[in-house]
């Protein structure tokens, strides 16, 4: 297993970038309206039902426990991705 002290420095250079985002960019957000959309979670469950079904057709089993791989590397190394994606999205938007 991965020692966590080894991430430490990846996020801490991660969390300083985030501090150079201007607070104008990051402020407080309206609350929600309600519309005749659908909800946001059950979306997200038909997301997660669907990455199963690819799961399992791409690797023939779904996502378990005890399966050799390490689940913090893999699921910080989706962390960092998505806040690379993220910040990506305000400086597109607020270019």
Known sequence: MSDPEHFAPIVYRHFVRL??????????????VPNDRPSILA????DLEER??????????PLQ????RDALVDAYQEAL????????AIAERDA
């Open 65 to 68: 426990a005890h399966n050799g």
């Open 81 to 88: 991705d998505l806040a690379a994606y993220l910040r990506q």
């Open 43 to 46: 979306l997200v469950r038909a």
């Open 52 to 61: 199963e079904r690819v799961g399992v057709q791409r690797y023939g089993t």
């Open 19 to 32: 501090k150079e985002i201007p607070m104008t960019q990051i402020a407080d957000q309206p609350p929600p």
